[in-house]
Structure formats: structure tokens, C-alpha cells
């Protein structure tokens, strides 16, 4: 196999570069068709493998280290979970001038949710709180339980990790957003106080892009790279991606939470929604567009 080198910059990943490492590390997929997913995630370029498979290679190094997460611990969470989750089927090696590991997973048909086609739906609400219960609920325990929280890779920062960046994104987005409310929803945030429960699991990157339908109703949930252990409020996202003002409070109702809770989520919210728009907007109208919404409803509420 050819052996890649790392560098500073971002690798250039098109559909020979993965025809070439699936072929070299897994020739029985060898044969089938491979085709790009557009749009892809920010983290990956996504290939569709047959019928059956997808391709995941991260566009970064942050990235790094998602695949190896997932292919560890997405099939002991999927039989506990309601909705589809792509279980990683292998886990590819560097090659042909790529640096990092790469995922091959079961591919899950779906189209991607929006607030137009699901938002107004209290049932879909009430199905994603359902979603994250059923998460949350199956607790770290026993030696496996001890694995997980000895694993870095899921250790989670804490929302006042995000402050400086945050506080930066709010002043250089003053023009176009009301800083002045976004000030007050984030000092909330850092304010309200702390879960004391053990720590759970948290999808960790929960809004509409990673949230596949099918016939109008939530199917699979995709993209475990941001898979952690800790608080999670950081999951609360989803309420401000893709629900309305009406199924939001469905939603809060059906996950039970808290007041405390709640005022964590729009913080994560804000932070993570005005983080996309800085380094996504200006080059993406689609992102400029769902990143607005979701800051506009954290400010909402």
C-alpha cells in the first residue's frame, strides 16, 4: 500500500482517491459502484459505496479520530437506540498521499430533515426527545461503563470552554445579529447552573443536517463524530435547527427538561450556531441560512 505523509494543509479527496483506498484496503467492495453524497458534512467527504456502504473521509484534522470512535462504540449504543444509526462496517488506513483513517458504514436512505417538512410536527418532537432519552438512558456501567469514561476521545469540553471564541463571534457578527441579546442568552448560559447528575451520552452535533426522514417521520440519526460523555444540554440543538416556536415546548416537555437545562441548550445553541456562520456563511448560502435561523431561535428561546 502507499504510504501517506502528513501535512499542515487540507488533502485533496475526490472520487479516485477513495475509488483507489477501497480498492487497495477492501477489494471485496472492489466492484461496486462508488459516487459522491453532496452536499457533504464540514468534516467529511461522503462517497455512496454500492448500495449498501458509505465513505467517510474527514476533510481536517480535527477530524481525525472520529472513525476509530464510532466503529468502537456506535454498535453497542445502536440496539438501545429508536431510530437508525450508521454502524461502521471497517475503519481504513492512510494511503495513496491521504494521512488519516477513514470509515466505511452502513449507508441509511433518507432524505435530510427540515424545518419546512418536520418542524411544525409535534410527533417528530416528541421522537427526537424520545431519541435522546433512549441516549442518555443507557448509562456508562459496569467495565464497559469504566472503558468509556476512560476514553479521552469522549471526554467533553465544558460549555465555558467555548467563551472566548464565542464572545469574539458575537462582536464580529454585532452588524448583523442583535449583540446585545446574544450577550444575554450567553451569560445565562454560563450562569445557569450545572448538572450534577453522572455524566451521559450526548450525540454532540444534533441539528438538521444529521437527521435523515422518510415519509415525513425521523429515520436515522448519522454523524457520531462529536459522540461524547457529559452534559446533555449540547443536544438541545436540535430544537433550535430545526423545530418551530409551537414543537419546540413539545419537545422540551417529552425530554423533561429543566429550566436549568434548557438555558444550557440555547447557550450551546448560540455558540455552535455562530461558530458555523463565521467560517461557513460567507462561502455557503445554505449554511448562512440554517446557522441565521438557528441564532435567531437560541435568541428566541
Do not use: C
Not at 200 to 206: A, I, K, Q, R
Not at 226 to 239: E, N
Not at 255 to 284: F, I, K
Amino acid at each position: 500500500m502507499a504510504q501517506a505523509t502528513t501535512g499542515g494543509t487540507r488533502p485533496a479527496i475526490g472520487a479516485a482517491l477513495a475509488r483507489r483506498l477501497v480498492d487497495d484496503q477492501f477489494p471485496r467492495w472492489s466492484g461496486l459502484p462508488l459516487a459522491p453524497v453532496e452536499p457533504g458534512g464540514s468534516d467529511h467527504v461522503i462517497f455512496r459505496l454500492g448500495g449498501e456502504l458509505s465513505v467517510r473521509l474527514p476533510r481536517h484534522e480535527e477530524a481525525v479520530g472520529q472513525a476509530a470512535k464510532e466503529y468502537t462504540w456506535l454498535p453497542r449504543l445502536a440496539p438501545h437506540l429508536p431510530l437508525a444509526v450508521p454502524v461502521p462496517v471497517a475503519v481504513g488506513e492512510p494511503g495513496f498521499g491521504y494521512p488519516w483513517p477513514w470509515a466505511v458504514s452502513r449507508w441509511l436512505d433518507g432524505d435530510t430533515a427540515t424545518p419546512d417538512g418536520i418542524g411544525e410536527s409535534a410527533a417528530a418532537a416528541e421522537t427526537l426527545a424520545g431519541f435522546l432519552t433512549a441516549l442518555q438512558r443507557f448509562a456508562p456501567a459496569g467495565p464497559e461503563g469504566a472503558e468509556a469514561l476512560r476514553d479521552p476521545a469522549l471526554t467533553a469540553e465544558p460549555l465555558a470552554a467555548l467563551d472566548g471564541a464565542t464572545r469574539a463571534a458575537i462582536a464580529a457578527t454585532g452588524g448583523v445579529f442583535d449583540a446585545a441579546a446574544m450577550t444575554a442568552v450567553w451569560d445565562a448560559a454560563l450562569a445557569a447552573p450545572a448538572r450534577q447528575s453522572p455524566p451521559v451520552w450526548f450525540h454532540g452535533d444534533f441539528h438538521t443536517g444529521n437527521l435523515l426522514t422518510r415519509g415525513g417521520r425521523p429515520s436515522a440519526v448519522i454523524d457520531f463524530g462529536s459522540l461524547g460523555l457529559g452534559d446533555p444540554a449540547r443536544d438541545l440543538m436540535m430544537a433550535f435547527t430545526l423545530l418551530s416556536p409551537r414543537t419546540r415546548p413539545v419537545f422540551r416537555a417529552a425530554l423533561g427538561a429543566d429550566e436549568a437545562m434548557w438555558t444550557r441548550g440555547r447557550g450551546w445553541a448560540l455558540a455552535t450556531g455562530l461558530n458555523a456562520y463565521r467560517h461557513y456563511a460567507a462561502v455557503n448560502p445554505r449554511v448562512a441560512a440554517q446557522t441565521s435561523r438557528q441564532i435567531a431561535a437560541a435568541i428566541a428561546g
